[in-house]
């Protein structure tokens, strides 16, 4: 009942384009010659494998039935720990921000915010991104439940507005990091 994968190049080429767009990332931050070039190949060989790859996964199910049960179970495990990983991966970055923020140390001048910056209001743009990020969400439940129920029309409506959603957080989140009065390299904050 197991899936035994065939011999497949994009483990490696994915391993080559991440390698690319790491190096081409940090050469392009430091202004070196060719980082942007290399940056730009990394990424799209990363997009380039991931399309292919899972075609690869997606012919593998539908038109050579290799997904039984028994790996549907395991790829669903698989999905749930990833999930798992990221929800305390947030943790641990809200856990950082709470201990920073209710007992600062004195390298920050023992104040929260740090002394010297100046905070972005609540009320504005980071409001108008919750908002955005929550009505995605629900959105995307409601697709979920129109696929459930069968209604093509209502989960493609519901996709397109998530993904609607989506870009426009996505801009104002860039916008928001763009315009900010401090950077990461100004402290904890």
Known sequence: ????????????????????LTIGGVMFMHNYSGGGQLLSLGVITVLYVMGIWWRDIIREAASEGQHTSVVQEGLRLGMILFIVSEVMFFFAFFWAFFTSSLTPVFNIGGVWPPV??????????PLLNTILLLSS????????????????????????????????????????????PFSISDGVY
């Open 116 to 125: 010297g910056i100046e905070v972005i209001s609540p009320w504005g743009l």
């Open 137 to 180: 969400g629900a959105t995307v439940t409601w697709a979920h439940h129109a696929i459930v129920g069968g209604l093509k029309q209502e989960a493609q409506t519901s996709l397109y507005l998530t993904l609607t959603f989506a870009i426009y957080f996505t801009t104002f989140q860039f916008l928001e990091y763009i315009e900010a």
């Open 1 to 20: 009942p197991f899936h035994l994968v065939d011999p497949s190049p994009w483990p490696i080429v994915a391993f080559m384009g991440a390698l690319s």
